[in-house]
């Protein structure tokens, strides 16, 4: 079965799911981190973490293309109904159960104000389970926290963790993350696409496999992580 994550860049990603593609996160048009668009993208499922402009921007048109129904937080949920999308409206804890797998909403700690300025509720990360049981954690945007240690005990194969900093946590606390989770493998992701959030991946990459035992991939926005499922 197939099992792949592509990094389209910033905060979006496409997992390949057994043939199923789950994008997370769609920021497309507007992103300075990718050239793909609505039109040159697919998704059979849509998740959205939370309301900021970077994780939402283009989930309505492209969930409108592709008939494809959004998975987020009820608050979120509500505000997409609102523009004629299929939506799964689950709050933190909860999890679902769909064609390509489980997605299970975890904590995070960060805001999540609508693009409108309507009240977001929480932001959320996402846990997947596939098919097969591999577990991938999608931090999105989060500080640090100490419970992160609870959904390490999970057993995850790949952690998928920003560094950003100024809007998420940066590459100390991502690193100590990594400690809390202990992924078989991680992913940086949610740097590089604004001054703001500069910072050197390799040199994260690089404490992180002195310090823990994961493997780290570091990407180029359009790079595709293949998974063994
Ligand atoms: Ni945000
Ligand atoms: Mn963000």
Redesign the pocket.
Known sequence: MSLSLTWIGH?TVAMNIGGYTVMVDPFLEENPATEETVESVHADYILVSHG?N??IADAVALAKKNNAPIITTLEVARWLDDQGVQTHGLNLGGQLELPFGKVKLTVAMHGSQMPDGSYGGCAVGFLLTSPLGRKIYIAC?TALFGDMSLIGEEGLDLAVLPIGDY??MGPDDALRAVKLLQPKQVMPY?YGTWDTIQQDPDAWAKRVSSETEATVHVLTPGDTLSLIE
């Open positions: 905060a900021h970077d994780h945007d809007f998420t949610h």
